[in-house]
């Protein structure tokens, strides 16, 4: 299993719209992948399912940890990290 964390910088959050494309791509991966809301200090969800995604409440400048555990866990944290710094579709500040 690894993890990374990881600081959001979308303005509104991760709300439905961005929370969507992020449970997309996650469901892309075989691994078991998880979420959990470190500011919030709300238990790991499973990212695969918007419900649980949602019910996190990520706000702008929380700080979520991201966990894969699988064979390819690895891609799925590169690919997920890589989709949140980008803004997931949203214009982000620096």
């Not at 959050?13 to 969507?20: D, M, N, S, Y």
């Not at 075989?30 to 979420?35: A, E, K």
Request: glycine share 10%.
């Amino acid at each position: 299993m690894r993890s990374i964390d990881i600081e959001i910088r979308n303005p509104s959050g991760l709300h439905a719209r961005p929370a969507a494309m992020f449970v997309k791509a996650a469901a892309g991966f075989s691994s078991v992948v998880t979420v959990e809301n470190l500011d919030r200090g709300t238990p790991a969800v499973n990212a695969k399912s918007i419900i649980s995604f949602l019910s996190g409440g990520i706000s702008k400048g929380h700080t979520v940890r991201i966990a894969a555990d699988g064979e390819d866990e690895a891609a799925a944290l590169d690919a997920l990290r890589d989709l949140v710094a980008s803004g997931l579709g949203e214009d982000i500040e620096a």
